[in-house]
């Protein structure tokens, strides 16, 4: 785990037009994320939450505000640079997973160093995360073959495998029974304590409870810092 400075947020706001009408998203949102700390961000549905984590990464470009890693202010990288940034700082684990559909279960948890032409072998770190996460049985079974948990669990791993300096997640037990639910949960602790930064939309309880810091959000912005 490299040792990296922590994200900071200043002062974020997003909007978005629907049928001519102006939707804040996020609005005046600033936040550290401290380099060894899991962050949990809760609130009701529409209030922001995905979109927030979106600017975080990158993925979105802020109406207003920074987002500042590395001393540089990643809002204003062009798409190219930001792409850069993201593939060696963050580890992004989506709703909808993006899992390769033709790739196996270690190849998609490969992906991330295969796109990077990293010429480390990351093979064994790969199968370690497949062990953790209960995937062993799976290597080398293919999307279409999993269930959402499995799949789920797959790009957890696949975010992980850089080893990145944070990792941004969107309901990241949201498809898992209890038992798989804490080994993600215990995963993410170890991740935090050699260093990672943890930045986690969620709805589970469970999972909030599990955070160093609760952030709760209301219309865009915090409601509450716990």
Request: charged share 30%; aromatic share 4%.
């Amino acid at each position: 785990m490299n040792n990296r400075e922590s994200l900071l947020l200043d002062r974020l706001c997003k909007s978005y037009k629907k049928d001519n009408q102006e939707i804040k998203a996020v609005v005046d949102f600033s936040l550290q994320i401290k380099a060894g700390e899991i962050t949990a961000i809760c609130g009701p549905s529409g209030c922001g939450k995905t979109s927030l984590l979106l600017l975080s990464g990158g993925l979105l470009t802020p109406d207003s505000g920074r987002v500042l890693a590395e001393g540089r202010e990643i809002s204003r990288l062009n798409a190219d640079g930001k792409a850069r940034w993201r593939s060696t700082y963050c580890g992004f684990v989506f709703q909808q997973y993006h899992l390769v559909p033709y790739l196996s279960v270690k190849e998609n948890i490969l992906a991330p160093e295969l796109a990077l032409g990293r010429n480390e072998d990351r093979r064994e770190r790969a199968g370690e995360l497949c062990r953790i996460l209960g995937l062993d049985e799976r290597k080398q079974h293919y999307p279409g073959e999993l269930s959402a948990g499995e799949k789920q669990r797959v790009a957890l791993a696949r975010a992980l495998i850089t080893e990145p300096a944070v990792l941004l997640a969107d309901e990241i037990t949201g498809n898992l029974d209890e038992p798989n639910s804490q080994m993600v949960l215990n995963l993410l602790r170890e991740y935090s304590l050699r260093g990672g930064s943890v930045l986690m939309v969620t709805h589970d309880l469970k999972a909030a409870d599990a955070a160093d810091r609760i952030i709760h959000m209301e219309k865009g912005k915090i409601a509450e810092d716990g």
